[in-house]
């Protein structure tokens, strides 16, 4: 009976009002020391698929392109497919924890240190990409605006030149807002901190010490980032687009690319959060600040965010199949029905079907199902990045140009390595800095206690007529009766 009605206060609050704010900063600060055997494993295991893409990579500095298979009509394939899945992985830490907390949304509160974090370290495994892609990795400095002598400037009509800019400001503007929002915590482990991690946090913490004056120009710095990064992200994913829609291709000549990218940049990254707010609940024994209510509304948004991306996929169908575009309705049809069929209809099975699912309460709230249902919404939207750069590739304007292109090992081992690379950043990241945000959870307490004392308060008045204890502190202060 006392686990019974133990999980259902858990499950009908979204934090705990009776978490002392000592312990508060104890099991967050404890989650920083002393990694498991779990921790080791999932460092070695993306440290090794890190060094299989560090080896694909030298051989293919060596050997030229060729290597990736990658021919004169698939220029691009799955080294530009992976890049916009991580750009749009990145999107939805930073810009949902900006648009939530304008709205006040203290649910946001737990979680959304981990998810400003998914950004920024998806934005830096996006940008590997390109500079791959460019085949001569020492010409990466062609995308910037340098000057020299003879007056060379780089081509700004180029698609990479937009991706270069684009990635470079937001990454510079999440890093910011990530880190911003990390000084009064940072302060916390500084007072806390011993060995080489006190000068780290000393220096990190710029001298904060909570006065009045610092919490009224921290409060007004963070909310004008999260002001300026709504737009700069939605901008940031509809420049990507454009590298498809200014293109005169068959199926990327598309004027909703930019809202479709948008929403399917949100969607994957909202699976990216059910998936990592399960991992950390389950490895740092995060029950009482990742609690089943805030996963709860993370997975309606996911749920909402996915129809929005399912319509919009279906106008583009739509519109190409009622269109006088004879080249996008052939690949169109290709795609459901030729030799990239088994992927595209995994696209529509993991991207818009397997979203209902997230309708069952019992779904989620097993923590098991929603994991790995978590995984294969980001393998259907991977799926959809790969689904829109290669069948059209495969079936152009120019018939010379027709083939059907499979991946060579290189490829997939950059992508593999992709994965490593983030997770050896993240891993990092856990262990050196606090992946819940203390002195906001601590607020959120603070609220949740106000708001049932003001209950309380309210419902003695209301029913017996006697003024409460808040009513009669009132009146003593104000010198009544």
């Not at 907390?101 to 974090?117: G, N, Q, S, T």
């Not at 930019?258 to 059910?274: E, K, M, N, R």
């Not at 099975?349 to 309708?359: A, D, I, K, N, Q």
């Not at 992946?435 to 607020?443: A, F, L, Q, R």
Request: proline letters at 5%; glycine letters at 6%.
């Amino acid at each position: 009976m006392s686990d019974r009605k133990h999980l259902t206060r858990e499950q009908t609050k979204d934090i705990d009002e009776n978490i002392a704010w000592a312990s508060i900063n104890t099991d967050v600060l404890r989650s920083m020391e002393n990694p498991r055997r779990g921790y080791w494993v999932a460092m070695a295991v993306s440290v090794c698929l890190f060094s299989v893409m560090i080896y694909a990579e030298v051989y293919q500095y060596m050997y030229g392109m060729g290597a990736a298979l990658l021919n004169t009509s698939h220029m691009w394939d799955l080294y530009i497919s992976t890049f916009v899945f991580w750009i749009g992985m990145s999107h939805s830490g930073t810009l949902l924890s900006a648009i939530l907390h304008l709205v006040h949304a203290d649910w946001r509160k737990p979680i959304y240190r981990f998810a400003e974090a998914m950004t920024t370290f998806s934005l830096m495994t996006a940008g590997i990409f390109p500079v791959i892609h460019l085949g001569r990795v020492w010409n990466f400095y062609w995308v910037m605006p340098y000057m020299t002598d003879r007056g060379i400037w780089p081509n700004f009509r180029s698609p990479l030149i937009w991706d270069a800019f684009a990635i470079t400001t937001y990454l510079t503007s999440s890093v910011l807002f990530l880190y911003i929002g990390m000084i009064p915590d940072l302060a916390i482990c500084r007072d806390n901190a011993k060995g080489w991690r006190k000068p780290l946090y000393t220096w990190l913490s710029l001298g904060w010490r909570g006065d009045d004056r610092q919490w009224r120009n921290f409060r007004f710095t963070y909310l004008m980032i999260a002001c300026f990064l709504i737009p700069l992200a939605v901008s940031v994913h509809s420049i990507v687009s454009m590298d498809f829609a200014m293109s005169i291709m068959p199926g990327w000549h598309v004027t909703t690319f930019p809202p479709y990218f948008v929403a399917g940049a949100l969607y994957s990254g909202c699976a990216a959060i059910i998936t990592l707010f399960i991992l950390l609940r389950y490895f740092f024994k995060f029950e009482h600040y990742m609690t089943f209510p805030i996963l709860d509304k993370v997975c309606k948004l996911t749920f909402v965010i996915a129809m929005v991306w399912t319509y919009l996929n279906l106008v583009e169908f739509a519109s190409v199949w009622y269109g006088h575009d004879i080249p996008s309705k052939e690949v169109l049809i290709a795609k459901a029905t030729g030799p990239y069929s088994p992927f595209f209809w995994g696209m529509m099975t993991f991207g818009s079907v397997l979203p209902f699912s997230l309708l069952s309460k019992w779904v989620r709230r097993n923590m098991y199902v929603l994991f790995f249902a978590s995984i294969f919404l980001n393998v259907g939207m991977w799926l959809e990045r790969w689904m829109i750069v290669t069948p059209t590739l495969s079936l152009g304007y120019h018939p010379q140009a027709f083939n059907v292109m499979w991946p060579g090992w290189t490829e997939w081992a950059m992508v593999g390595g992709s994965f490593g690379w983030f997770g050896m950043l993240f891993l990092i990241f856990v262990k050196v800095f606090p992946c819940v945000s203390m002195y906001e959870v601590k607020e959120m307490v603070f609220h949740r206690k106000r708001t049932i004392y003001e209950d309380v308060d309210e419902m003695m008045t209301l029913h017996s007529g006697v003024p409460g204890p808040k009513a009669q502190a009132q009146t003593q202060t104000s010198g009544g009766a």
